[in-house]
């Protein structure tokens, strides 16, 4: 993902490059 999160791992709004990190 281009603005991935901190945490590794998939993202509650991968559409929405800023999500928080859900693992």
């Given at each position: ?21 859900v693992?």
């Amino acid at each position: 993902f281009r603005g991935r999160p901190r945490r590794a791992g998939r993202t509650r709004g991968e559409r929405g490059r800023r999500a928080k990190a859900v693992v």
